[in-house]
């Protein structure tokens, strides 16, 4: 499997992240100068290795990229084939995504008075360089799917958890819910932390 | 490449280190609680996944497992082939060793008033299910070998940073020394972080 061009990239953003989450700030702040960190991440696309930027043909690929040792975070690279969509689903916990290249649309929905689930507002076309924030406080289901019929999109998620260890639930639009975890599609992760090359020449 | 049986070994593990460095203790409690969570690590070898369990002919190999997000710690899979030995070298950081399989030889250095370096008493073996700690502060110039001339030797090192990255340095007998990186010899971690089948079934 290839290695990326700029894999520092990737460990200083883990590095970053990690002191953000040192002194417990409350959720409000790990969403906004998490954010700010993950939106430095995905300004240049030249860190994410080959072999997490794979589409599948039957769905949507979730590559974990770094899971923290106590499982306060986890990193995630979404790769979406042409035309690919994720069920109406929730993550309990709080989120990030990133859009790294392509675009999606992100449908938000809301549970109305009779318990069925509503579309809350128009979809939200995610661009490269743009972040989204995930609050299960302020309603955290929604439908996501590549904007594209003919070309791969890829994000990169950032959950205030291992998400591949997360019950959770997907959902049908009369608000019917399903448990589920979602997993990871790889095996192997990225190992960015061998330095010893770039401080030989420093 | 294979994974292993039991990869939820190898997260507790991290996770119980991770729990344990939390409220920052010092030094010596590192090395005692940690110590004993390694030697539970080791006590059964059905969890180290075959692609980090290979010898090269070259030389040893250094397979790193997991790094802390904060680079707080750590994991390394080192595997010796027949005969193989490190040159004399110090850390600068502590360091947790564990016998996972076959034997290996650490031989302890000091330097002598005049600057040269002695052996410090006999080499110590390491069996399987054996811990050994290493403390700059106590002197943590040392060699390792593998005990056995025909076979693989394999032992999993906890060390306080993220170990791919430290300058430290390599010794002659003579006391003269040279700066170096250790580095890893994988580009991929195993994904150990991956409940939803073992949550399923629960
Ligand atoms: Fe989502
Ligand atoms: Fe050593
Ligand atoms: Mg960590």
Redo the contacts with the bound molecule.
């Keep these: 499997m290839p290695t990326s061009k700029n894999p520092g990239r990737l460990r200083d953003f883990v590095t970053a992240f990690a002191a953000l989450l040192e002194n417990k700030p409350p959720q409000a702040q790990i969403l906004h100068d998490g954010g700010a960190l993950l939106q430095q991440l995905i300004a240049v696309d030249d860190w994410l290795p080959d072999a997490y930027a794979q589409p599948q043909p039957e769905r949507y690929q979730q590559y974990l990229l770094h899971a923290d040792s106590a499982e306060r975070f986890s990193i995630v690279s979404f790769v979406w084939g042409p035309g690919q969509t ?1 069920p109406i ?1 929730d ?1 309990t916990v709080w ?1 990030l995504i990133g859009m790294l290249r392509g675009a999606e649309y992100a449908q938000a929905y809301r549970r109305s008075a009779g318990g069925s689930l509503q579309a809350e507002g128009a979809p939200l076309k995610l661009t490269p360089g743009t972040v989204e924030t ?1 609050s299960p406080e302020a309603g955290d289901i ?1 439908q ?1 799917r590549n904007a594209f019929a003919d070309s791969v999109s890829i994000s990169i ?1 950032v959950y205030g958890a291992n998400i591949g260890a997360v019950q959770r639930s997907v959902y049908a639009e009369d608000g019917s819910s399903k448990a589920f975890i979602s997993g990871y599609s790889n095996s192997h992760l990225p190992n960015i932390w061998d330095r010893s090359s770039e401080l030989k020449k420093s």
Aim: proline share 0%; hydrophobic share 25%.
């Design positions: 994720t689903h993550h989120g995930l929604h996501v998620h």
